[in-house]
């Protein structure tokens, strides 16, 4: 078993730079790779990015050049830093990893991320 808890989300404004965080805890050893998603209001979940969590390989969503996805192994984390905001990345964002290639078994409960103009 993996818990995923997500931080870092809140009120920001348009054009500031925000960095999300994912705490991994249990079995991390079993995981194979971490993404973040994210659900926009009215729109299904959809992945961001997503990496390997022991080899060094990151991908990234058509369209998220704005997101940088990174890992510390050390310490059981993974970042999302968005750069810069902008509305339309009002969402709540979720951590998600995978100890297979086939699906994410394990989810955090979400941060919720609202970006004024």
């Known amino acids: 078993q993996v818990y995923l808890v997500e931080s870092g989300g809140g009120l920001v404004q348009a054009g500031e730079s925000l960095r999300l965080s994912c705490a991994a805890s249990g079995h991390t050893f079993n995981i194979d790779s971490m993404a973040w998603f994210r659900r926009v209001p009215g729109q299904e979940r959809e992945l961001v990015a997503d990496?390997?969590?022991?080899?060094?390989?990151t991908h990234y969503a058509s369209g998220k050049d704005r997101f940088t996805i990174s890992k510390d192994n050390a310490k059981n984390m993974l970042y999302l830093e968005i750069n810069p905001v902008t509305p339309e990345d009002t969402a709540v964002y979720y951590c998600?990893?995978?100890?297979?290639?086939?699906?994410?078994?394990?989810w955090g409960q979400g941060t919720q991320v609202i970006v004024s103009s």
């Open positions: 998600a990893a995978a100890e297979g290639l086939s699906s994410w078994d394990y």
């Open positions: 990496l390997k969590w022991v080899a060094d390989f």
